[in-house]
């Protein structure tokens, strides 16, 4: 099974800061690897797939780059509203693991 | 509007057993992967499994296989998820999410609100 670690587990930032996310897959996932937001007491959101792409609807401040075994999730410019725990996940095969989270705070 | 909505908060105790369900609408039910994850209280997420209701083509875990069926009713568009004898340690809110790609694989692109399930004697 393919097992995905984040890192850090969490952070705090400033307002309009640039913040990063690392993902690291186990193996090889041919960039099958999705982003979700989950703010506080709500429902996952996906915000990127395919690495990269992003999903309708989202800012333009989030970002996702990477391939093959190692992702990143980008957010250009800090805002309030971003306060939430990030998560990657592989779809490339089941299980399609999450990683354990990345909360992200404002100072 | 694509929509999933799922059964009300569950009250139950050990060794019960308890089915809830994920009524899909809004798209074509039998053509997309849908599946299940768990988040216990305060933790991350964690994928369950999942199910291709054009063939009930099913995927778990390892660390749910055996513990929990899922399984889908194309006539009413609604996919289930089942336990036979439930623990304390399923505790915890489920989520139903859509995968986004049309017949294989893909990032849960659509959610439902989740159903609550607490375990106590």
């Known amino acids: 099974d393919i097992q995905m670690t984040q890192s850090p587990s969490s952070l705090s930032a400033s307002v309009g800061d640039r913040v990063t996310i690392t993902c690291r897959a186990s193996q090889g996932i041919n960039n099958y690897l999705a982003w979700y937001q989950q703010r506080p007491g709500k429902v996952p959101k996906l915000l990127i797939y395919?690495?990269?792409t992003l999903q309708s609807g989202v800012p333009s401040r989030y970002s996702g780059s990477g391939s093959g075994t190692d992702f990143t999730l980008t957010i250009s410019s800090l805002q309030p509203e971003d306060v939430a725990t990030y998560y990657c996940?592989?779809?490339?095969?089941?299980?399609?693991?999450f990683g354990q989270g990345t909360k992200v705070e404002i100072k | 509007e694509v929509l999933l909505v799922q059964s009300g908060a569950e009250v139950k105790k050990p060794g019960e057993s308890l089915k809830i369900s994920c009524k899909s609408s809004?798209?074509?039910?039998?053509?997309?992967?849908i599946g299940w994850v768990r988040q216990m209280p305060g933790k991350g997420l964690e994928w369950m499994g999942v199910i291709y209701p054009g063939d009930s083509d099913t995927r778990y875990s390892p660390s749910f296989q055996g513990q929990v069926t899922i399984s889908a009713d194309k006539s009413i568009s609604t996919a289930y998820l089942q336990w036979r004898s439930l623990k304390a340690s399923d505790t915890a809110m489920y989520y139903c999410?859509?995968?986004?790609?049309?017949?294989?694989?893909?990032?849960?692109?659509?959610w439902g609100r989740g159903t609550m399930v607490t375990v106590s004697s």
């Open positions: 996940q592989t779809y490339d095969s089941a299980p399609q693991t």
């Open positions: 999410a859509r995968q986004s790609a049309i017949g294989r694989f893909g990032a849960f692109d659509i």
């Open positions: 809004g798209y074509s039910f039998t053509n997309y992967w």
């Open positions: 395919a690495a990269s």
